[in-house]
């Protein structure tokens, strides 16, 4: 196994240059393992860092949907809050959008509900 970048030789098997540190290309077949290797760990990255804001968002939908189904203030207002939250930590899906129109579509039907009880 010589080494590209200084020309060392190294033990077969070797990672890395013993001399200079460089990684050693141990021929096609490993190297198209190590590039398929690589894409799952991607992926997994993308899911351990998701979307930011996201659980905002989904909780901001969630209250805007019980807020309009329900006719409730409080969630209403929750829907509102959790979506400009979800907005402000650079959520950018239609999620957090969603909440805080229907937070507002089920505060405004509260607040009407309320005056025709009233
Ligand atoms: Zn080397």
Do not use: H, W
Request: proline share 4%; glycine share 14%.
């Amino acid at each position: 196994m010589i080494c590209n970048k200084c020309g060392a030789q190294n033990p077969d098997g070797a990672r890395a240059c013993m001399r200079c540190g460089a990684m050693l290309a141990n021929g096609a077949p490993q190297n198209f393992n190590q590039g398929y290797n690589t894409y799952p760990q991607n992926q997994q990255m993308n899911n351990i860092a998701p979307e930011p804001g996201r659980g905002l968002a989904i909780a901001s939908l969630v209250l805007g949907i019980v807020s309009f189904f329900c006719v409730g203030v409080i969630a209403g207002i929750l829907a509102i809050i959790f979506g400009a939250m979800a907005k402000n930590q650079g959520n950018k899906s239609g999620m957090a959008t969603a909440g805080i129109v229907l937070g507002i579509i089920g505060f405004v039907l509260s607040i009407f509900g309320l005056i025709i009880l009233l």
